[in-house]
């Protein structure tokens, strides 16, 4: 038995890449304690595989419902793949949550959705460049149109590279490579998010894991001296590593048309 989890931002097209890979098998509930509904099925080709949707969110910070809900879902592990269906017309703002997604330490395949609107525009994304860069299996697909829906499940289902994740700045690397250091106790693939958590000096995740004292100082002495190189605060340090990533990616793997055309004019 296979779990696989959809996330996305909102109109991503999960909703419509849910029904396709699940036609008319499904089971709607609600998620614990709120009225957000859950909604999971099997694939239609291989019933041993559950498809699980997430509620849309652009990010995984614990501020809304939506968030909470799918953050706690990723880090309880109940789900052995993890399908981020991105908009490929808007893979810039996407991929801000697939970093958060890749944190979560969950093995991950890209669903490139809306390549039939990308090629519309006269736009293009380099699959495998991208899926270079992340490190993480990328299938273009329409939801829509029911294109190379059989190449998304059968990525799905491949083995997974253990614990893929983005490699940020090597000054927030090494901050963050001492701090997930102190986390013994901690599943070596939750490390990493646990470890951007105290970084950003999350108070109920320092609760939640009960350090002692010497950890904490040490954590606290490892932001201080970021903070400090950095001439910023630990959460700003942490949100502009992501967009560099992201604005690295988009330098390598996305092709406009029209500056292309501009650039060689
Ligand atoms: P959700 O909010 O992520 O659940 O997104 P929906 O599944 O509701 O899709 C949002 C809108 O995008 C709907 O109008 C869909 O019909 C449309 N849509 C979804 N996937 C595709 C696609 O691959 N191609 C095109 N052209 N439209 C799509
Ligand atoms: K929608
Ligand atoms: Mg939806």
Redesign the pocket.
Known sequence: MTIAALV?N????????FNALTGARQMIGNWPGVTVARKAGTLRQNPAVTVQDLP?TYSLSPYSTEERITRDYLLSGEADVVVN?VDATNLERNLYLTLQVMETGRPLVVAL??M??LAKQGREINLTKLAYALRVPVIG?????HLHLADLTAAMTADAAAYPYPEYDPRVESALAMIAAQLTDVPVSQRRWYAIKLFEHDEAVSAQLALTAAQTAEIDATRATAEQLFADSADSIIVNARYDFIARLMAMCVVDELSFTASIS
């Open positions: 996305g909102p109109n991503s097209g999960k909703t419509t890449l849309g269906v959705n809306m039939d609107v697909i329409s939801a829509t149109q």
